[in-house]
């Protein structure tokens, strides 16, 4: 991998966008990238919660590499886009929860590499934005789908159509992200709401966010029925006992994930 890098910490995974001279732009090959390693993390049983960043202090993602969109015709943008959307679907499919740490931009493709996330942490100096109509495109990696689910249409449309960048501040006000934290902290804080998640029963976790990500795109009564089955599902777990019984026995669970 020349643009990503990869570190475990026991339980965690962390993803590191790393191509800091371009502010950690995407091109085809860091998709690329993060498609194989995705692939991967899936397989990976010992991994419970996934952490997306951007390498150095200045920038999350500052979206699609224009330098390489440039000279695209009709028919590679659409490879392009197409591509985007299908690795940043494959993090919302992800078995593992996947949350963004966003360290400075998060601009086009990068904003929208967050919200494929299942949620975001941002350091004070983020900054969001959807700048694609300042270079005469319209977002392609899912930005205006995923935008107006997440703020509303309202504030995705302004946001879409503007071009404008918001901070973090704005950012929290509008559910754009959980939680704004200093610069310094940023990695610590993510760490710590992926630690907390880990020490949970990681069928039921990941349960949770299939029938969130599947249940979204369903009408409410089939997503109601798909919730009683994973419900279900728990119930052939040991974890399921366990928490149960520790609970009643007044103890701390021991969960081996089985
Ligand atoms: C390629 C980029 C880049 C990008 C920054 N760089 N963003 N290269 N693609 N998206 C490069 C710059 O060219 C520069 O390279 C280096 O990173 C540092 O950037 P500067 O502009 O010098 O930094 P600064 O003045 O601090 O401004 C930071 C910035 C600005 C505000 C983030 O770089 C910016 O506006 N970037 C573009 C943001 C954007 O429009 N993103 C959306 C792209 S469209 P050199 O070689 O000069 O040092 C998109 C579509 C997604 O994402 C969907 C596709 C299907």
Same mark, same amino acid.
């Given at each position: ?25 995407? !091109? ?6 993060? @498609? /194989? ?16 960043? /951007? ?46 740490a966003v360290n400075g931009f998060a601009l086009g493709g990068g904003c929208e590499l967050a919200m494929a996330c299942d949620f975001r942490i941002a350091a004070e100096n983020a900054k969001f934005g959807q700048p694609e109509v300042s270079l ?16 509303? @249409? ?8 503007? /071009? ?38 990681? /069928? ?12 979204? !795109? ?30 009643? !026995? @007044?103890?701390?669970? !021991?969960?081996?994930?089985?």
């Amino acid at each position: 991998m020349n643009y990503l890098l990869y570190e475990e910490e026991e339980a965690l995974a962390i993803v590191t966008i790393n191509r800091p001279k371009a502010l950690n732009a995407l !091109n085809s090959q860091v998709l690329e990238e993060l @498609k /194989g390693l995705l692939d991967e993390i899936a397989q990976k049983d010992h991994i419970s919660v996934v952490i997306v960043t /951007g390498a150095g202090e200045k920038s999350f993602v500052a979206g699609a590499d224009i330098a390489q969109m440039r000279e695209f015709t009709p028919v590679q943008a659409r490879q392009f886009a197409k591509l985007g959307q299908q690795v940043f679907s494959s993090i919302e499919r992800l078995p593992q929860p996947v949350i963004a740490a966003v360290n400075g931009f998060a601009l086009g493709g990068g904003c929208e590499l967050a919200m494929a996330c299942d949620f975001r942490i941002a350091a004070e100096n983020a900054k969001f934005g959807q700048p694609e109509v300042s270079l005469a495109v319209t977002a392609g990696f899912g930005g205006t789908q995923r935008l107006p689910r997440l703020v509303g @249409k309202g504030l995705a449309a302004e946001l879409l159509f503007t /071009g404008d960048m918001i901070d973090s501040a704005e950012a929290l006000r509008i559910g754009l992200v959980n939680k704004v934290v200093p610069v310094v902290e940023l990695m610590d804080k993510a760490k710590a709401i992926a630690k907390k998640i880990a020490a949970k029963g990681q /069928g039921a976790v990941r349960l949770t966010k299939a029938a969130m990500t599947e249940g979204l !795109n369903m009408d409410l009564e089939r997503a109601l029925a798909y919730e009683a089955e994973v419900f279900a599902l728990c119930f052939s777990m040991a974890d399921q006992k366990e928490g149960m019984d520790a609970f009643l !026995n @007044k103890r701390k669970p !021991n969960f081996t994930n089985a």
